[in-house]
């Protein structure tokens, strides 16, 4: 390499140093868990039909409040931040870019989608994954990278995987390696090269992911379903590696029980996932509150996601509602879970970096 290409590639590392630097600081600026709410756009057919006036306002000067309108009441709620309908999903995707990002530099972090469904949830998901491989392309002359996945759902606290042809179902234990950390023996890990190769895999999860028609939507997820993304890096010149993970949670629907009919089967769905919602809100009250102990093995869903959650980790939740008063009691349900999830504190993110002489955090 001649001297003036070595000048140019010492700049530009100096260079990507420093915007790293600037991110983190940005990052933690915002806080390490944060709550950001989409209200959905109303459609001309949707607002011809009866019940169908809509409830939720936005205030164009504060992008953190929205208000619900039910039975003659008000109710205020306060986020991180709130989407107004005409907003792009590319506005809400520029929120969560940067843990994406973060993810490739050596962090935890978890993405979880929550709403109705049928509401779009997906679409910042695959958004995330897209990016993800494009931040790897651009770094590839200083980092080589290596990406893996896995994919379960949680289906009435049974864990299945995704990606196996028979669903094996599966059981987290703790890593015999002496480090403490969650395993799951038996999963199905791949390999990925691209995001188109992600994407068949993403496919392939969405297609054994449990669905049952209910009076709601007739493809109404009664799972929770989980995407892990695990990037390992090593830096060129240094030899230094990074350890990040991506964990991307799809909550399932959350329809109340009164309102998709549910009976028998479908109710024993719907009360687990209440259940475990509720379990994943006791979490983050705990968290919230410091406490010495964090009740993450109440379910499936907070065990399997407890160094997600945990301290040293980022998080952000993307929760999409309606406007319409037909939903405004899911609506609210929705709200009333993201406020609560709003206000936790989970101290400065912790990097996973391996040297030479041995791993610190």
């Known amino acids: 390499m001649s001297e003036a290409n070595k000048d140019l590639l010492d700049k530009y590392r100096k260079e990507v140093a420093l915007r790293r630097k600037y991110h983190e600081q940005l990052v933690e600026l915002k806080g390490n868990i944060r709550v950001l709410c989409r209200v959905k756009p109303v459609l001309k057919e949707d607002q011809h039909e009866e019940g169908q006036s809509v409830v939720v306002t936005t205030d164009s000067n504060n992008e953190s409040s929205l208000n619900v309108l039910n039975k003659g009441k008000s109710r205020l709620f306060e986020l991180d931040k ?132 209910t009076q709601m939507n007739q493809h109404s997820s009664r799972s929770h379903a989980l995407l892990c993304i695990t990037v390992q890096g090593t830096d060129l010149a240094t030899g230094s590696k990074t350890t990040g993970k991506l964990n991307l949670v799809d909550l399932a629907g959350s329809e109340r029980v009164w309102k998709s009919g549910a009976e028998g089967e479908r109710l024993k769905e719907a009360q687990n996932i209440n259940r475990s919602l509720l379990s994943l809100g006791d979490v983050i009250q705990a968290l919230r509150a410091r406490h010495n102990h964090i009740p993450f093995r109440n379910s499936r869903l907070t065990y399997l996601l407890q160094d997600s959650l945990g301290k040293g980790s980022k998080t952000v939740m993307v929760v999409q509602v309606s406007a319409l008063e037909s939903n405004v009691g899911e609506t609210l349900c929705s709200l009333k879970f993201a406020q609560r999830v709003c206000k936790v504190e989970l101290g400065p993110a912790a990097r996973k970096i391996e040297s030479g002489g041995g791993q610190c955090d």
């Open 82 to 213: 709130v989407f107004h309908p005409q907003a792009t999903q590319e506005e809400v995707f520029q929120e969560i870019e940067p843990l994406v990002t973060s993810c490739i530099d050596g962090y935890q972090v978890c993405i979880f989608a929550y709403g109705q469904t049928g509401s779009g949830k997906t679409h910042t998901m695959e958004r995330a994954l897209k990016h993800l491989f494009s931040e790897i392309e651009e770094r590839k002359d200083m980092w080589s990278y290596t990406v893996t996945v896995n994919s379960v759902e949680i289906y009435n606290e049974v864990l299945r995987d995704l990606l196996s042809k028979d669903g094996d179902k599966l059981d987290i234990k703790i890593n015999p390696d002496g480090t403490g950390q969650l395993h799951v023996p038996g999963l199905r890990v791949i390999e990925v090269k691209s995001f188109q190769h992600i994407k068949k895999i993403l496919a392939t999860a969405r297609k054994n992911r449990i669905t049952f028609g």
